[in-house]
T-cell receptor, first 109, second 115 residues
Framework: KNEVEQSPQNLTAQEGEFITINCSYS?????LHWLQQHPGGGIVSLFM???GKKKHGRLIATINIQEKHSSLHITASHPRDSAVYIC???????????FGQGTRLTINP | KAGVTQTPRYLIKTRGQQVTLSCSPI?????VSWYQQTPGQGLQFLFE???????NKGNFPGRFSGRQFSNSRSEMNVSTLELGDSALYLC??????????????FGEGSRLTVL
């Protein structure tokens, strides 16, 4: 079993829909990152969380340390949100990032 | 402020050769980390450098090595290339020390193809 699991693996939605991507992990962490990767490879950091909730524009990220779970929400989704979203956790002790397998999001106009 | 710069962007090598990839972090950032991305394994941590010292290394064979210079630029080297080394190699810099404490800024990656 992977240390970081994301769901769903693929998600297709219509423009304007509310999107939720989930990340569960099984190890002790000190931080969790949400990353966005567009075709071509470049990765952009969206959020770094160690507790609670963060909001940036239409994106909201939450983390529940006790339940070892994080969610990324996109409100009023737009075709430009189409990308792969990756959850990564900084593992206590190992001092390294461990990545989920990614969620491929497609927003249709 | 210039972003993280990786060179070369694309390269093709043959089995048995070696390759060196370069990463220039954002000015002022002293932490550089390297990652390998393949369709089968996804993103995997290679190593992290801070102020010229390797802080940690991922589960990769000794053929994978790296270093960081006094100006924080980093290089990674892969010797005796194998077909399975074909991947996108990404580096990231952080202004706060590690991915534990700060946002990561990624380069566009170096796409290596081994024939």
């Amino acid at each position: 079993k992977n240390e970081v699991e994301q769901s769903p693996q693929n998600l297709t939605a219509q423009e304007g829909e509310f999107i939720t991507i989930n990340c569960s992990y099984s190890v002790g962490i000190s931080a969790l990152h949400w990353l966005q990767q567009h075709p071509g490879g470049g990765i952009v950091s969206l959020f770094m969380l160690s507790s609670g909730k963060k909001k940036h524009g239409r994106l909201i990220a939450t983390i529940n340390i006790q339940e070892k779970h994080s969610s990324l929400h996109i409100t009023a989704s737009h075709p430009r949100d189409s990308a792969v979203y990756i959850c990564a956790v900084y593992v206590v002790g190992a001092q390294k990032l461990v990545f989920g397998q990614g969620t491929r999001l497609t927003i249709n106009p | 402020k210039a972003g993280v710069t990786q060179t070369p962007r694309y390269l093709i090598k043959t089995r048995g050769q070696q390759v060196t990839l370069s990463c220039s972090p954002i000015s002022g950032h002293r932490s550089v980390s390297w990652y390998q991305q393949t369709p089968g394994q996804g993103l995997q941590f290679l190593f992290e450098y801070f102020s010229e010292t390797q802080r940690n290394k991922g589960n990769f064979p000794g053929r994978f090595s790296g270093r960081q210079f006094s100006n924080s630029r980093s290089e990674m080297n892969v010797s005796t290339l194998e077909l399975g080394d074909s991947a996108l190699y990404l580096c990231a810099s952080s202004g706060t020390g590690t991915a534990n404490t700060g946002e990561l800024f990624f380069g566009e990656g170096s796409r290596l193809t081994v024939l």
